[in-house]
């Protein structure tokens, strides 16, 4: 079956400092749908990133990610890490036309101090 | 749009009752997913449904947990003789269903067992 690996339970980094979280993962699909969802405290989990399109940058609220096959890779990266960045990142996969369930990562907790 | 609505958002059983859990999913969506989390595990997916019609239950507990959609406003998650280890946030998800869309959660409803 698939799967996700986030190699980092806990990123700390310093305000202003960039910020990679690292996502790779095993399919045997070859068009699949990626998605990074962040969860801030005692909130929902909420989409932050999606992509499907190899080698295309995809960026949102500052974030940005690349979909990689030729590493398997889906990495979230930021420049510039903010204070209310602090919150929990899942990456997550999912074959397209339905009747598959999504995969998701373990998360990584990202906390960003003064 | 309301977002996905889950009752209750807090509920607490003693060991050996049962617990039922309500979503409703966001009007149009046609799939509706099932996850528990907790600190140690993360998201597990539990199960999901494409038009009412149960696709994947492979994450469910075997014994105790089952799901239902009886129409397409709302799902039930119900759990048998609860037990200690079935504390955790159980959240409920929808979407539009062609892999690529975007799941949206609702707030999770917290589940504490005594």
């Known amino acids: 079956g698939d799967s996700v690996t986030q190699t980092e339970g806990l990123v700390t980094v310093t305000e202003g400092l960039p910020v990679k979280l690292n996502c790779t993962y095993q399919?045997?699909?070859?068009?699949?749908?990626f998605f990074w969802y962040v969860q801030y405290l005692n909130e929902a989990p909420q989409v932050l990133l999606r992509?499907?399109?190899?080698?295309k940058r995809t960026e949102h609220q500052g974030f940005h990610a690349t979909l990689h096959k030729s590493s398997s890779s889906f990495h979230l990266q930021k420049s510039s890490a903010q204070l209310s960045d602090s919150a929990l990142y899942y990456c997550?996969?999912?074959?397209?036309?339905?009747?598959?369930?999504?995969?998701f990562g373990k998360g990584t907790s990202l906390v960003v101090h003064p | 749009n309301a977002g996905v609505i889950q009752t209750p958002r807090h509920k607490v059983t003693g060991k050996g009752q049962e617990a039922t859990l309500w979503c409703e999913p966001i009007?149009?969506?046609?799939?509706v997913f099932w996850y528990r989390q907790t600190i140690v595990q993360g998201l597990e997916f539990l199960t999901y449904?494409?038009?009412?019609?149960?696709?994947?239950d492979s994450g469910m507990p075997k014994e105790r947990f089952s799901a239902q959609m009886p129409n397409q406003s709302h799902s039930t998650l119900k759990i048998q003789s609860t037990q200690p280890q079935d504390s955790a946030v159980y959240l409920c998800?929808?979407?539009?269903?062609?892999?690529?869309?975007?799941?949206?959660f609702g707030p999770g409803t917290r589940l504490l067992v005594l």
């Open positions: 997550a996969l999912r074959p397209p036309g339905g009747n598959y369930k999504p995969t």
């Open positions: 009007s149009g969506h046609s799939a």
């Open positions: 998800a929808s979407s539009f269903d062609r892999g690529i869309d975007t799941q949206y």
């Open positions: 992509s499907s399109t190899d080698n």
């Open positions: 399919t045997t699909y070859l068009t699949i749908a």
């Open positions: 449904f494409r038009n009412q019609a149960p696709i994947d």
